[in-house]
């Protein structure tokens, strides 16, 4: 679907996305034939990626543009520096070249390959980001739909530092080798953030988002303007909200409405063109609505609950109040023994008050 097609409440949203794409292939020119090159060798090594390619290849292929000697520039730092260069980590001084930090280049490119849309409907996506989710958080329920998603979220009533969130991309990826989700927020500024947290694993049940999370909260690694604890403390909230969106994903039959048949579509992959392989940034938006029936099914339950109270069919003081649809957490047996988690997801529900002839 093109932009022009787009519903307006899906369309003007976009526009901040859009702008931030295009700030970084303008000042990243080349950057898809470089993240191609490092796909196709992935593909032919014994080590394919699941994201085409790994976050640290990304960060190449954004110096390559920007800098294409950056390799020879760093062998000669290190040997001034008394290092060797193998395995060492890339300078500040190179990383702050980039027109934007890496994990918006990680997360912003990814989602470019794919261009899917997600929109929860307005209910929906409040409930869901009204509490914080701090439980434990094995790996397996963190399941993208895709290699990056971006959920609109103008629509969440969400403000960070005084500006409102419109846009959220979330990417499961690798730094180091190891497993990372990151989140780039988007605010009605136009101003991006990228929060990254540790992948858990799947068998891992004590972990919580507190306990992934990392410090690598700013807009570029300026070593002289590290977040202070504070804005740490401010985005590390503001993933425990977002989580519950990804955490969506992860039921068996998520309630999602696709607008276009493009939406069904496999993950990007490098295609045989002329018995070339390439990779090529979609030409199309897929959007997907989400949560329509649950929607309906929230206002149906509120409405009869209004009815109720209305009619005097509830007695006490408690008033019957909607849970938000969640995860739970369940052990079974003996801890060091046959223990293991049951994980149930918990759908919207009225619930609380007694109903009079249950009452009586």
């Not at 003007?12 to 020119?29: D, G, S």
């Not at 040997?79 to 060492?88: H, R």
């Not at 979330?170 to 988007?186: E, I, Q």
């Not at 496999?266 to 018995?275: G, M, N, T």
Request: proline share 6%; net charge neutral.
């Amino acid at each position: 679907m093109r932009n022009k097609d787009l519903d307006p409440k899906i369309g003007i949203p976009l526009k901040v996305i859009t702008a931030r794409l295009e700030h970084v292939k303008f000042n990243l020119n080349g950057l898809m034939k470089r993240v191609e090159a490092y796909a196709i060798a992935r593909q032919n090594s014994k080590d394919p990626h699941e994201c085409l390619i790994s976050g640290d290849e990304w960060t190449y292929a954004a110096l390559d543009c920007r800098d294409p000697i950056w390799r020879e520039r760093m062998k000669r730092t290190s040997t001034i520096m008394g290092v060797q260069a193998t395995g060492q980590e890339i300078p500040l001084s190179f990383i702050n070249q980039l027109p934007c930090n890496i994990g918006e280049i990680i997360t912003l490119g990814s989602w470019s390959l794919t261009k899917n849309i997600y929109r929860f409907e307005d209910q929906v996506i409040q409930m869901l980001v009204k509490t914080e989710y701090n439980r434990s958080i094995p790996g397996f329920l963190l399941n993208l739909p895709d290699i990056a998603i971006y959920v609109q979220t103008d629509n969440a009533n969400l403000y960070v530092q005084n500006e409102q969130v419109v846009g959220v991309i979330f990417a499961k990826n690798t730094l180091n080798d190891r497993k990372v989700l990151f989140t780039t927020v988007y605010t009605d500024t136009g101003l991006a953030k990228t929060i990254t947290m540790h992948f858990p694993d799947d068998d891992d049940f004590e972990s919580t988002v507190e306990d992934c999370m990392t410090d690598f909260i700013d807009t570029f690694f300026d070593e002289k303007n590290l977040p202070d604890e504070q804005e740490i403390n401010t985005f590390m909230e503001l993933q425990k909200k977002l989580i519950n969106l990804i955490l969506w994903f992860s039921q068996k039959e998520p309630d999602l409405r696709p607008l276009t048949p493009e939406t069904t579509q496999a993950r990007p992959k490098l295609e045989l063109i002329k018995r070339e392989l390439r990779l090529f940034e979609a030409n199309k938006y897929k959007p997907t609505i989400v949560g329509t029936e649950t929607n309906k099914k929230i206002n149906e339950a509120i409405l009869k609950r209004d009815e109720d109270l209305k009619s005097g069919n509830y007695k006490g003081t408690k008033k019957p109040h909607p849970r938000i649809p969640h995860w739970n957490f369940y052990w079974l047996g003996k801890r060091g023994t046959k223990e293991k988690w049951v994980n149930h997801w918990i759908p919207f529900q009225i619930v609380g008050g007694v109903p009079k002839e249950k009452g009586l």
